[in-house]
């Protein structure tokens, strides 16, 4: 497939996979050809004049005209882009692309002896920091990562708790919290919930990192910035810490859940929002709603956890009955064969001693609320 690349054009591209790798010059091109056959998850963009006629069987593409015509599409196709080109003219050609952070592509950069690999466009949020290393581990060549929070060996605040699937509340303060903790500021952390091992360097947490039990120790301790990790929906006393701070939500709520068939999504939903609210925890935290096994087809409760991107966990009358509940049904158990479908299900999930709701009956659903321990 040759691309015919004209001004005010944009081409239509067959992507294949995740990552696109685009060489313009003759070595550049033999290390591309390298590199596809070692990176599987890249489509193969070069110049139609180092056609060697193995392409369509390599599913290697092929463009002619300025490669400047092909970044738009690559921009919005691809999560990361591999660029064989001189640093300065990626940089140039990129400029008009720019959007913002959250959404432009991983960019990363090959000399053209692939002797160095550089992280140029996206680096934390992105990944073009850990594609960078991944590239560079298969080429054999020297990473280049100038983020400082990397190249510090401290918390990168825009990914902190991101590998468990932390989300931010708000990404508001982030640039300046980053700052404070790339600066060596003084700096709380304080987690009610959610996974410990977030630290991943082998060496202790740099002095000005410190980590607080209470947001009430962090805010008599008055640091530069505070990254705070709860499930909990703050108290106004408790805002406070955010004036520089970045609240993040750790996946730890359990919601079991049991319903009459037919049970509208509309009422599911209505009725997990208003316990969450009345439990003062954030919907940001849901990871799970569990039922029986009867309940794996129930239309309602796939829908709202397709809505939120929840997961939707069932078990049997049997792995339910296993597990020690405050309120056992002998009427449940007469319908499912277990003796409670939403408590039961929320302690199975959670491994949690104790629920923040046992049970409660709404309407035709019974919702119970757990918060896994770490």
Same mark, same amino acid.
């Given at each position: 497939?040759?691309?015919?690349?004209?001004?005010?054009?944009?081409?239509?591209?067959?992507?294949?996979?995740?990552?696109?790798?685009?060489?313009?010059?003759?070595?550049?091109?033999?290390?591309?050809?390298?590199?596809?056959?070692?990176?599987?998850?890249?489509?193969?963009?070069?110049?139609?004049?180092?056609?060697?006629?193995?392409?369509?069987?390599?599913?290697?593409?092929?463009?002619?005209?300025?490669?400047?015509?092909?970044?738009?599409?690559?921009?919005?196709?691809?999560?990361?882009?591999?660029?064989?080109?001189?640093?300065?003219?990626?940089?140039?050609?990129?400029?008009?692309?720019?959007?913002?952070?959250?959404?432009?592509?991983?960019?990363?950069?090959?000399?053209?002896?692939?002797?160095?690999?550089?992280?140029?466009?996206?680096?934390?949020?992105?990944?073009?920091?850990?594609?960078?290393?991944?590239?560079?581990?298969?080429?054999?060549?020297?990473?280049?990562?100038?983020?400082?929070?990397?190249?510090?060996?401290?918390?990168?605040?825009?990914?902190?708790?991101?590998?468990?699937?932390?989300?931010?509340?708000?990404?508001?303060?982030?640039?300046?919290?980053?700052?404070?903790?790339?600066?060596?500021?003084?700096?709380?952390?304080?987690? +009610?919930?959610? &996974? *410990?091992?977030?630290?991943?360097?082998?060496?202790? /947490?740099?002095?000005? #990192? @410190?980590?607080?039990?209470? =947001?009430?120790?962090?805010?008599?301790?008055?640091?530069?910035?505070?990254?705070?990790?709860?499930?909990?929906?703050?108290?106004?006393?408790?805002?406070?810490?955010?004036?520089?701070?970045?609240?993040?939500?750790?996946?730890?709520?359990?919601?079991?859940?049991?319903?009459?068939?037919?049970?509208?999504? +509309?009422?599911? &939903? *209505?009725?997990?929002?208003?316990?969450?609210?009345? /439990?003062?925890?954030? #919907? @940001?935290?849901?990871?799970? =709603?569990?039922?029986?096994?009867?309940?794996?087809?129930?239309?309602?409760?796939?829908?709202?956890?397709?809505?939120?991107?929840?997961?939707?966990?069932?078990?049997?009358?049997?792995?339910?009955?296993?597990?020690?509940?405050?309120?056992?049904?002998?009427?449940?158990?007469?319908?499912?064969?277990?003796?409670?479908?939403? &408590?039961?299900?929320?302690?199975?999930?959670?491994?949690?001693?104790?629920?923040?709701?046992?049970?409660?009956?709404?309407?035709?659903?019974?919702?119970?609320?757990?918060?896994?321990?770490?």
């Amino acid at each position: 497939m040759t691309l015919v690349l004209e001004e005010g054009k944009q081409v239509a591209l067959e992507q294949k996979s995740t990552y696109a790798v685009v060489a313009i010059t003759k070595h550049g091109v033999e290390l591309a050809r390298s590199l596809h056959a070692t990176f599987p998850q890249a489509d193969l963009f070069y110049m139609s004049k180092f056609e060697r006629g193995d392409e369509q069987r390599r599913h290697i593409s092929l463009f002619e005209g300025n490669v400047r015509l092909l970044l738009p599409s690559l921009f919005q196709s691809y999560k990361g882009i591999i660029m064989i080109v001189s640093l300065g003219a990626v940089v140039r050609m990129i400029a008009p692309l720019l959007k913002d952070k959250k959404t432009d592509p991983a960019v990363v950069v090959i000399d053209d002896k692939g002797e160095h690999v550089i992280s140029v466009l996206s680096g934390h949020l992105g990944g073009a920091n850990e594609l960078t290393k991944e590239v560079a581990e298969l080429l054999g060549a020297t990473p280049v990562i100038t983020t400082a929070s990397d190249v510090q060996k401290t918390i990168p605040v825009d990914l902190f708790g991101s590998r468990f699937g932390w989300v931010w509340e708000s990404g508001e303060k982030l640039t300046p919290v980053s700052a404070s903790v790339v600066n060596e500021e003084q700096v709380a952390v304080i987690q +009610e919930s959610g &996974e *410990k091992e977030w630290w991943t360097y082998d060496r202790p /947490l740099p002095e000005t #990192i @410190k980590v607080y039990e209470t =947001i009430e120790e962090a805010l008599e301790a008055k640091p530069n910035a505070a990254l705070v990790v709860t499930h909990r929906n703050l108290n106004n006393n408790e805002k406070e810490i955010l004036f520089n701070g970045v609240l993040y939500r750790p996946k730890v709520i359990v919601i079991g859940m049991g319903c009459n068939r037919g049970t509208s999504m +509309e009422e599911i &939903e *209505k009725v997990i929002c208003d316990t969450l609210d009345e /439990l003062q925890f954030s #919907i @940001k935290s849901v990871k799970a =709603i569990c039922s029986i096994d009867l309940k794996k087809d129930e239309e309602g409760l796939l829908a709202v956890s397709q809505k939120y991107n929840w997961e939707f966990t069932c078990y049997s009358a049997e792995e339910l009955n296993r597990m020690q509940i405050d309120d056992p049904s002998e009427t449940v158990f007469k319908f499912t064969g277990a003796y409670g479908v939403s &408590e039961p299900a929320a302690r199975l999930y959670s491994g949690a001693e104790s629920l923040s709701l046992i049970k409660k009956k709404s309407g035709n659903v019974t919702i119970s609320v757990a918060v896994i321990p770490y």
